[in-house]
């Protein structure tokens, strides 16, 4: 017996030689892995949300950079004359840019024909007008419309861009062109906050084809409706002011499609710049800034990104 009790001390058995954990150690213990536990979900937490607004700001840029491609290759195109045609008096045509502020438009109405009111923010409306080239009856593919479709020689293509509402209630820029028996509108990009344009217009005389001013197609239209043409078509088509567009500046902003942002600070985001901002045209171009104060709250936590871009006309604009 006496040998059998050494042994148990030995594999520390008995009173003497217990050596578990008390209540207290064990309470500690658990407080310890909670507290790593808790830390952990934590970073997986913060890991998932930067991702998830990396995932949104890499669909954003995909979208905005596709969009101003688009719009920067159709404000070239509504320059393009055929090199065989230059000595061509175009003064009595139509100006082949044009634009309405705050509006949107329908899908098969001509043109800009029968605006509708505005569909996000004050959003513009931008047209552009272009000759097809090649033979009939898809031209040579080098003059395709912001839908891509191909115009030939002696057609008249269109690329509208406009701000308006799908199905879902999503803001999304359209392409508005005109097809071989019907005009026609495809989504570029959703999320749209907000589609502002101002014209760099020349006012020289002679022109120097450098912008002097930079407006909206309100004030565009209001110096035309000082030249006092009235009804007179075909001189207002040789002085409108539309044809002193030298640059065209574009602002952008799109937010994601799902609220991700950390911060919930409002901000105020200024589509056309600062300068402009601070300007007396802006207070009464509405969609010049946006509040985020201002939009619904389901809103105000998505990421966002502006885009802006000046875009110079070549010289030669009839």
């Known amino acids: 017996m006496r040998w059998h009790r050494r042994w148990h001390r030995r594999r520390g058995y008995g009173a003497q030689g217990q050596h578990g954990l008390t209540l207290v150690e064990m309470l500690v213990a658990l407080t310890v892995g909670m507290a790593v536990v808790l830390a952990a979900g934590r970073l997986l937490g913060l890991a998932s949300a930067a991702y998830a607004a990396q995932m949104e700001m890499a669909a954003i840029d995909d979208g905005g950079r596709h969009a101003l491609d688009l719009i920067g290759r159709a404000v070239r195109q509504a320059a393009w004359r055929d090199a065989g045609a230059l000595d061509t008096d175009l003064g009595g045509a139509p ?8 509006h949107s438009l329908t899908k098969t109405s001509f043109a800009i024909d029968a605006p509708l009111p505005d569909a996000a923010n004050g959003s513009d409306v931008l047209a552009l007008r272009f000759p097809g080239a090649g033979t009939a009856p898809d031209g040579d593919g080098s003059i395709l419309s912001c839908a891509g479709f191909a115009h030939a020689d002696g057609e008249e293509g269109w690329s509208i861009f406009y701000v308006a509402k799908n199905t879902e209630g999503e803001a999304e820029l359209r392409c508005k062109y005109r097809g071989t028996s019907s005009w026609g509108a495809d989504a570029l990009v959703s999320g749209v906050d907000g ?3 101002l014209y760099g217009v020349d006012t020289d005389t002679p022109r120097d084809f450098v912008a002097n001013r930079y407006l909206n197609a309100s004030a565009i239209a209001a110096l035309d409706a000082t030249l006092g043409l009235g009804a007179d078509t075909d001189e207002l088509h040789r ?9 065209v500046r574009i602002g952008l902003l799109l937010h994601g499609a799902r609220s ?4 919930r600070d409002a901000l105020d985001v200024d589509l056309l710049g600062p300068v402009y901002a601070a ?3 802006a207070a009464s171009d509405s969609g010049s800034t946006l509040h985020e104060s201002a939009l619904p709250v389901a809103l105000r936590a998505r990421e966002r990104r502006l885009f802006t871009a000046t875009l110079a006309l070549p010289a030669a604009l009839p």
């Open 260 to 263: 991700t942002r950390t911060d």
């Open 279 to 281: 300007s007396i045209a």
């Open 195 to 197: 589609f502002q344009v």
């Open 239 to 247: 002085r409108t002011h539309w044809k002193r567009v030298v640059s």
């Open 95 to 102: 100006a082949r840019l044009g634009g309405l502020d705050a």
